[in-house]
């Protein structure tokens, strides 16, 4: 027997973070008494941990309590024949590998059972040296789909929709309907301010769709140039233009039967929509410099914060486009307007971010908190776990305090919860203000306020400001 640890029976799952060993289970099936009890002891000796059934319904009954990675059956049960047991078991349990047992096997017996979906099929009387490979191979095959299932799992759970933080009325609304549309193949198009997560959301639908076993891919449609847009979108033969020594399949190619995100739709050249539209009405594209049409089947999921309406009725945005990317809206609501979200999205991020430092037991004070729920987060949940992750790395100790937040947010907090009018309220603020303007610069802050080095840091002091 091989020594590697799928033979010996150990399932590894594999995660970033460590290896979860399973010992493989499997079930006989055989009303045979004694040939039952001896494979069942020459397994046992591999280290496979071994249940036992007499008939088909005892066997359904075990794998109903048991999670089990193979089944082996007789052909010829007291209430079933064994081929048909195969269809059953594979239909309700998909994962699990089976190989079937005979006294007299036919060529027309094995068919069938590969056909329902048996591992093999294999002659009792079958020596050891045949018996226990073939068993091997059947749960290495088991244990390898235990491993996608957890794999599929983390992901789902990664990037799914219990993923996107947030019970506000308006989150939850942008997630509701994206879970409708989700398990459909409409194109959609996410809308919203830079930041709100609209590539979070894309890959909830991703993964939620039926297409979650295929790829998502990802690209910024304004981050690149016309030409370089064009060919990472659609593909190119290789000589189409200078420095095309090799063929390339393009995006959507490599999203066949997957999910393709362009984010900065609006940005699109004119020319480039046109392709665009084609893919979506004929599921097709040309690769640059090819005269034959490729065939994909892939959905668009698009994003934008520009009004594509408004872009298309002053010529920017091809109008038919825009019809056939909104077919599914989804608004994502900007941060502002979701305040009763931030404790909640900070305290992920600072956990997360305080974690890669080496950092514990990070805990936010309450006035922290109260500074980010009246900040006006113009760069939304990207600027806020800028800020966290900042805030995280000059923390001295466990508590976040509103010190260590930037000034403009400090400030802000300040204004619209004091009432005091009077002069160094004023000239606090104002200071403060410079020295934001200046990013800290003491002797450029005091230049610009007219004062000495010496004068500015004795109103730091007086005031509180930090240095």
Known sequence: MPDSALSQGIVYFCSSLSFIP??????????????RQLLARLLSLEGYTILEASDARSGLKVLEREDVQLVISDVKLPDKN???????????????????LTAYGTIADGVTAIK??????????????????????????????????????????????????GQSAAIRQAINLARKVAVTDTTVLLTGETGTGK???????????????????????????????????????????????????GLFAEANKGTIFLDEIGEMPLDLQA???????????????????????VRVVAATNRN????????HFRLDLYYRLSVFSIELPPLRDRPDDIPALAEFFARRDAAKIGKRDVR??????QMLQQHSWKGNIRELKNVIERTVILADGPELLPDYLPFDIREGYATNTSDDLSLSALERQHIGRVLAMTSNQKAEAARLL????????????????KK
């Open 199 to 249: 590539e979070v959301f894309a890959q909830a639908i991703h993964y939620a769709s039926p297409r979650h076993s295929g790829p998502f891919v990802a690209i910024n449609c304004g981050a690149l140039s016309k030409e370089i847009l064009e060919s990472e979108l659609f593909g190119h033969r290789a000589g189409a233009f200078t420095g095309a020594t090799r063929d390339q399949k």
């Open 116 to 165: 329902n979906g048996a591992f093999d099929y294999i002659t009792k009387g079958d020596d050891n040296d045949r018996i226990i490979p073939l068993v091997s191979r059947a749960v290495e095959k088991a244990e390898l789909q235990f491993r996608i299932r957890q794999l599929e799992q983390q992901v789902s759970k990664r990037y799914g929709f219990d993923s996107i933080i």
């Open 308 to 315: 594509l309406e408004q872009e298309a009725g002053s010529g």
């Open 364 to 369: 936010m004070t309450p006035e922290f908190v």
């Open 22 to 35: 399973l010992a493989a289970t499997i079930l006989l099936i055989d009303d045979e008494d004694r040939l």
């Open 450 to 465: 007219g004062i000495s080095l010496a004068t500015l840091y004795r109103k730091l002091d007086e005031y509180g400001l």
């Open 82 to 100: 064994g081929i048909e047991l195969t269809a059953q078991i594979k239909q309700a349990y998909p994962a699990t590998e089976i190989i079937v």
């Open 275 to 297: 392709k665009l539209l084609r893919v979506l009405e004929t599921h097709e594209f040309l690769r640059v410099g090819d005269t034959k049409p490729t065939k994909t089947d």
